[in-house]
C-alpha cells in the first residue's frame, strides 16, 4: 500500500515537473517585458527545485531511503525555501504586470525584499535555532512558532497584490486593464485558499498542484495577452481588431451604427528622424495611452492598427452622434502629456472616420473608407500650411 501511494505521488511530481519544463521552454520573451520573463522563469526554476525536493522528501516520509538528521534537516530547509522563493517570484511577477513602475521606484525594489530574505535567513539558520521545526525522534517534522512567519509573510504579499489590483480595478475604465486586475484578484483569491488548506492539513500533495495551478493560470493569461496585444503600447494588435471587426460588423445595420476611426500621428517620422527611435517609441506609447484613456471614457475598442496607425471602433449610445467628440479628447489628453513630460513637440492625430451599416462589407472596406477621410484631412492641412 506504502508503494502504491508513493509511486501514485512520484507519477504526480514527474508530471509536475515535466510540464514545468514544457512552459519554461514555451514562455517566450516577445510576449512579457525583460524583467517578466527573467522573473517568471525564475518562478518555474524555483518551482522545479521544490518538486525535486518534495519527492526526495517523499521517500523519506515513506522510509524508501533512510538519511541523517542533519541531511533531513538540510533537505527540509531546502524545500521551505523553495516554495518561499516561487511564492515571492509570483508576487514579484504580479507587482511587474499591474504595477511596472512601482518596480522601478529604488525602494520598492530594496524594500520588497526584505521579508523574503527575513524568512530565508529564519529557515537557513533552524538547524542550530530550532525556532521553526524539529525533527522527532520518529524522524517526523514538528512545526514551532516561527514556522507561522512563512505563511505570514507569504500572505501578506498576495495581500498587498490584491490590494493594489483591487484599487487599480475601480480606478481604470479600460477593458483589457481591467481583466488583467481581476485576474491578478481571482488568482490571488486561489492561493489564499490553498495556502489555508495547506496549512490546516500539512498535506504533502496539495501545495505543489495548487502552485502550478497558479503558474499555469498565469501562464495562459500571459499568452493569450501576448497574442492578442502590442508589445510596445500594450493596446489590442491588428489580429485582435481582426477578430472584433469581424465579429461586430455582423450586428451592424442603419439603426445600429457601428463607427470606425482611423488615426494616425501626425509628423511622426520627422520625430524619430529629430529625436531617435527611441523617443518615436515614446510618442506612440504617449498617443496610445490617449486613446485608451478616451476609449474607456466612451465604451470603444481601440487597437494598433501598424506603425503609427491606431484605430477606434464606436458604437454610441445615441443617434446622429458628435463624431468629433473622440478626436478631441484625444487632442486634448495629447497636449496635456506632452506639456507634462516636458516634451520638445507637441503630439498630435489626424483621423478619418466611415459609419459601418451594411453587414455584407468587409473590415478592409470600412478600413478603407476611414483612410480616405484621414488623408483628405491630411492634404487639407498641408494646404493650409
Known amino acids: 500500500m506504502v508503494n502504491e501511494l508513493f509511486y501514485a505521488y ?36 524555483s518551482f522545479m527545485i521544490y518538486v525535486f525536493l518534495c519527492t526526495l522528501w517523499a521517500m523519506c516520509e ?18 521551505t525555501i523553495s516554495v518561499v522563493t516561487v511564492s515571492f517570484m509570483l508576487f514579484w511577477f504580479m507587482l511587474l504586470r499591474i504595477a511596472p513602475r512601482a518596480f522601478r521606484r529604488p525602494y520598492v525594489k530594496w524594500l520588497a525584499p526584505l521579508p523574503y530574505v527575513f524568512t530565508v535567513i529564519l529557515i537557513a539558520t533552524n538547524y542550530w535555532t530550532k525556532v521553526v521545526y524539529t525533527i522527532d525522534s520518529s524522524q517526523h517534522i514538528q512545526y514551532e512558532w516561527g514556522y507561522n512567519a512563512v505563511p505570514i509573510i507569504t500572505v501578506a504579499y498576495f ?35 490553498i495556502a489555508y488548506v495547506d496549512n490546516m492539513f500539512r498535506y504533502l500533495t496539495v501545495l505543489p498542484v495548487a502552485a502550478f495551478g497558479a503558474i499555469l493560470f498565469i501562464f495562459v493569461n500571459v499568452q493569450e495577452s501576448g497574442i492578442n496585444s ?38 511622426f517620422k520627422q520625430i ?50 458628435d463624431l468629433n467628440v473622440i478626436p478631441d479628447s484625444i487632442s486634448e489628453l495629447l497636449k496635456q502629456s506632452c506639456k507634462a513630460a516636458g516634451k520638445p513637440y507637441e503630439l498630435s492625430v489626424s483621423w478619418g472616420c466611415t459609419a459601418c451599416t451594411n453587414p455584407t462589407l468587409s473590415a478592409a472596406a470600412y478600413i478603407k473608407e476611414a483612410d480616405a477621410g484621414l488623408y483628405e484631412m491630411k492634404r487639407k492641412r498641408q494646404a493650409l500650411r
Open 159 to 193: 495581500a498587498e497584490i490584491m490590494f493594489i489590483a483591487a484599487m487599480k480595478y475601480r480606478k481604470t475604465t479600460v477593458v483589457s486593464k481591467r481583466r488583467t486586475y481581476r485576474l491578478m484578484i481571482e488568482a490571488t483569491l486561489f492561493i489564499f485558499i
Open 272 to 321: 524619430n528622424d529629430r529625436y531617435g527611435h527611441a523617443e518615436g517609441d515614446d510618442a506612440l506609447v504617449m498617443t496610445a495611452s490617449a486613446i485608451k484613456q478616451t476609449v474607456g471614457k466612451y465604451s470603444g475598442f481601440a487597437a494598433r492598427w501598424g506603425g503609427d496607425e491606431f484605430i477606434i471602433a464606436w458604437t454610441p449610445d445615441k443617434k446622429a452622434p
Open 62 to 79: 515513506f522510509r524508501l531511503i533512510v538519511l541523517p538528521s542533519r541531511v533531513l534537516f538540510t533537505i527540509y530547509e531546502l524545500t
Open 230 to 267: 502590442d508589445k510596445l503600447t500594450l493596446m489590442n494588435n491588428r489580429r485582435k481588431a481582426d477578430d472584433y471587426l469581424s465579429d461586430r460588423l455582423k450586428n451592424v445595420s442603419e439603426e445600429n451604427p457601428m463607427y470606425l476611426y482611423v488615426f494616425d500621428v501626425d509628423s
Open 10 to 45: 512520484l507519477i504526480l511530481m514527474i508530471s509536475l515537473f515535466v510540464f514545468t519544463l514544457f512552459l519554461l521552454i514555451k514562455i517566450s520573451p516577445d510576449l512579457v517585458s525583460k524583467d517578466e520573463h527573467t522573473v517568471f522563469r525564475l518562478m518555474l526554476v
